[in-house]
């Protein structure tokens, strides 16, 4: 059994050995409905203790929208500096295939990724690649629903954008698939698929260049610290950039681990870590000052 991780019990005891935070959202921030209690604030006060905070999310939205939406949950804006997102960094890859069409499989909300481009959504008999953003119905379908298309895109030779990494996010109390699942299926049928977003380096490097932008400088990667709810995506990408990770445990992985309270199932969260072949730097439960 490795050794126990650190927990704290505050964002506070931590701050003080790094510059800059890149903070995963929905899990840590919100959960879909609402803004984390103390989360919003915690962020806020590393700002006003010198910290740069950018915030790195596997949205398949830009981040304009992703910033109206925060202000809708009651996240305030002096809990970041910057935004960056895997639909914003997907939008700069559109731009760069050109004006030809793609496929979009995903919800009327994320046409927002984009609205204003010369590359247009068609029939995906008519399109050039495809653009996964979500499921277009997440309450009632299912990824496997989306195999009979992706075949017709397989057979075609089409690449596959997934702007969206996550399996499954939280909505409220309950887990809702989301583009990664559609992706991890095309990719196993043998698919070309480009993957935008944690745990994929594209998006930290991204991340890294908004906070050098605040500090005016590049910051050094031992003193950025990463924070995020999911191993997958959260964990795995920070370790793999070279960051410390901050894994809060009222997140994606809550009802695994069984936590409750304070407590939780130390075996079901080692046994969660081997599975996904990696661990935070230090837990808590949830993001306090």
Known sequence: MPAPLPHIARLRDLAPRYDAIISDVWGVLHNGLAATPGAPEALAEARK???AVVLLTNAPRPPHSIIEQLDSLGVTRDAYDAIVSSGGVTRDLIVEEGPVSFHHIGPARDHSLF??????????DAAEYVLCTGLDDDESERAEDYRPRLEIALARGMKLYCANPDLVVERGDRLIPCAGAIAEIYEAMGGETIWVGKPHPLVY?????ALALK???MPDKGRVLCI???????VAGAVRAGYDCLMTLAGIHAHEIRLDGESYDKDAFEA???RNA??????TV???W
């Not at 490097?205 to 260049?209: D, F, H, K, N, Q």
């Open 115 to 124: 609205e204003g481009l010369s590359a247009r959504p068609a029939a995906i």
């Open 205 to 209: 490097e991204r991340a890294r260049a």
């Open 286 to 288: 949830s993001l306090g």
């Open 278 to 283: 990696t661990r935070p730097t230090a837990t």
């Open 215 to 217: 500090l005016g400088r």
């Open 228 to 234: 995020g709810d999911a191993f997958r995506t959260d």
């Open 49 to 51: 203790a010198g910290l």
């Open 272 to 274: 969660l870590a081997m």
